[in-house]
């Protein structure tokens, strides 16, 4: 389930139950702009190593941009994502209130027409993998 994007100011966020059965299960918001230009912030590992990360899926790969540890136990995590224009922010929440910077000033033109081509715009959804 996505939306496409269409202002280049936005705030998008989602509260997730989740309890991943094994390390390879994920849970999270994607920013998708084709099988090789997207962020996802994600929910992954097992119960006694849960965390949240940041990772970016190019034509090279997935490389993890940032990571921090979540309390074991709690299966329910509000993400989030904003933007000012020109860069995207992510955070996470684990009591709904107090929202924790993943990272900050990720670059917004990785995901732009303008650096991967193509006319179907930049999306934002839900997703859930066990291929991490």
Request: aromatic share 10%; net charge negative.
């Amino acid at each position: 389930m996505a939306r496409r994007i269409q202002h280049h100011k936005f705030e998008v966020n989602s509260t997730i139950h989740f309890e991943p059965a094994t390390a390879a299960d994920a849970a999270g918001l994607l920013l998708y702009k084709d099988e090789k230009h997207q962020y996802f912030l994600a929910i992954h590992g097992t119960d006694s190593q849960m965390r949240v990360s940041l990772q970016k899926i190019s034509e090279n790969g997935t490389e993890e941009i940032e990571r921090k540890p979540l309390p074991s136990g709690n299966y329910k995590i509000d993400l989030k994502v904003t933007s000012d224009g020109t860069n995207f922010n992510f955070y996470c929440s684990t009591d709904g209130e107090k929202w924790e910077t993943i990272a900050e000033n990720i670059s917004a033109q990785y995901l732009s027409t303008a650096n991967s081509f193509g006319f179907t715009g930049t999306t934002v959804g839900m997703y859930a993998t066990n291929r991490l």
